[in-house]
């Protein structure tokens, strides 16, 4: 009954993640559609699809992108500049939210989860790198975040820094959710205790044969 109720609320903030897009992107003004190119959105909107259509792989590597990227990213964005969007809020919480319901329901997360949560990140980056305009700072393709400008003067070295920090909080995360959310651990010493105990039952019956 729980696992029901976990994929109801996840197949729920599906919707409302994909009503806040919508919303979000009927909100803006023409010229800052680009927008739409920040990974945060590709993020939320594979979620959102991922557990529509029951991909398993589609809302892990959305969750472990989000848990490891899309929402550090913006908590430290908001720090930094103090100002906030309540659509922005609902594209960063929901997706979070409703991949971690979704998720419930796996022993372990599939494989290469952590490389599809670092692609949400590098595919919209490149798009931005060549098609946005620089003055939106889209994924901050085109500039070095302001706090480190003293120190990597020059874009590529910024976002080298970024692709590397990333990949190591992506794989955190994915330890992390299958650690804490999925009880990997545990499982582990459960299975390791049944096949302790099973191993003598076995032998004696086969003795006894």
């Known amino acids: 009954m729980r696992a029901l109720r976990c994929q109801a ?3 729920f903030l599906a919707v409302a993640v994909l009503l806040s897009l919508a919303v979000d992107i009927f909100l803006k003004d023409p010229s800052n559609l680009e927008e739409v190119f920040w990974s945060c959105y590709w993020g939320a909107l594979v979620v959102a699809i991922g557990i529509l259509v029951r ?7 959305g969750t472990v992108f989000f848990a490891g990227l899309g929402m550090p ?10 100002r906030i969007d309540p659509t922005s ?9 409703a991949g971690a319901l979704y998720l419930t329901r796996l022993r372990v997360l599939p ?8 692609a949400l990140h590098v595919v919209p980056l490149s798009i931005a790198w060549f098609v946005c305009d620089p003055r939106l700072k889209i994924n901050l393709a085109h500039f070095t975040w302001p706090p480190l400008e003293r120190f990597l003067p020059h874009p590529w070295e910024f976002q080298v820094l970024v692709l590397s920090i990333s990949a190591l909080t992506l794989t955190i ?3 992390g959710i299958n650690r ?10 459960v299975e390791k ?4 105990t099973a191993g003598p039952r076995e032998s004696r019956f086969s003795l006894s044969r």
């Open 9 to 11: 609320g996840a197949r």
């Open 55 to 61: 991909s398993d792989r589609m809302v892990s590597s």
């Open 73 to 82: 990213a913006w908590v430290v964005g908001w720090f930094a500049e103090y």
């Open 89 to 97: 809020v609902l594209m960063h919480l929901l997706p979070l939210l």
């Open 111 to 118: 494989g290469y989860s952590v490389a599809g949560g670092w």
């Open 173 to 175: 995360a994915a330890w």
């Open 180 to 189: 804490v959310l999925l009880h990997r651990g545990k499982l582990r010493l």
């Open 193 to 196: 205790f049944n096949d302790q």
